[in-house]
Antibody
Framework: EVQLVQSGAEVKKPGESLKISCKGS????????IAWVRQMPGKGLEWMGI????????RYSPSFQGQVTISADKSISTAYLQWSSLKASDTAMYYC?????????????WGQGTLVTVSS | QSALTQPRSVSGSPGQSVTISCTGT?????????VSWYQQHPGKAPKLMIS???KRPSGVPDRFSGSKSGNTASLTISGLQAEDEADYYC???????????FGEGTKLTVL
């Protein structure tokens, strides 16, 4: 069974750094792209970027380029999303999602989400 | 790039059909057959319902169907059931600069 298990909820102060994780299992982690999606409170889904763990090829949404860093450690089947200096506006639920294989752009498996709260 | 345009809300009675539209441009919805639809219940992660405009993943009821005409994609749910009440998001590939764009989301209420 394909599973993406994300790290737990975080409460941080503005200016702090943070790295959240998404661990894949039940499939070949290095053969599928992993995307990150933001959902601010009461709002819609926003695509942040995507990484191919096989070679760490990364593509960012222009809206999030320079705001976050996406990475992966294929030795432990885990993708990461990190911030160097959090802002209150980073408060949101963050999902990781697996992009299906082939010439397609949909996301067939999702993590349970990581709630990030940034407040002074 | 702005989100794809969806109606804020739609509603229908059990057994009826509803259609949710998703309007973009020739640079996203109209330019590629990579439109997908996701169902999200409150407090839950999104779930893939339709991929590549019309494909239904294994396990998704055949009451759910997708289509596209020009720059507008549509999700139709027939034989509405109470458990279909959720938020629905469309999603499209948008080229190798933006990559992926989601719709604004539509709240489906089953009356």
């Amino acid at each position: 069974e394909v599973q993406l298990v994300q790290s737990g909820a975080e409460v941080k102060k503005p200016g702090e750094s943070l790295k959240i994780s998404c661990k894949g299992s039940g499939y070949s982690f290095t053969s599928y792209w992993i995307a990150w999606v933001r959902q601010m409170p009461g709002k819609g889904l926003e695509w942040m970027g995507i990484i191919y763990p096989g070679d760490s090829d990364i593509r960012y949404s222009p809206s999030f380029q320079g705001q976050v860093t996406i990475s992966a450690d294929k030795s432990i089947s885990t993708a990461y999303l990190q911030w160097s200096s959090l802002k209150a506006s980073d408060t949101a639920m963050y999902y990781c999602a697996r992009r299906d294989r082939g010439i397609t752009w949909h996301f067939d498996s999702w993590g349970q989400g990581t709630l990030v709260t940034v407040s002074s | 790039q702005s989100a794809l345009t969806q109606p804020r809300s739609v509603s229908g009675s059990p057994g009826q059909s509803v259609t949710i539209s998703c309007t973009g441009t020739s640079s996203d919805v109209g330019g590629y057959n990579y439109v997908s639809w996701y169902q999200q219940h409150p407090g839950k992660a999104p779930k893939l319902m339709i991929s590549d405009v019309t494909k239904r993943p294994s396990g998704v009821p055949d009451r759910f169907s997708g289509s596209k005409s020009g720059n507008t994609a549509s999700l139709t749910i027939s034989g509405l059931q109470a458990e279909d009440e959720a938020d629905y998001y469309c999603c499209s590939f948008a080229g190798t600069y933006t990559y992926v764009i989601f719709g604004e989301g539509t709240k489906l209420t089953v009356l």
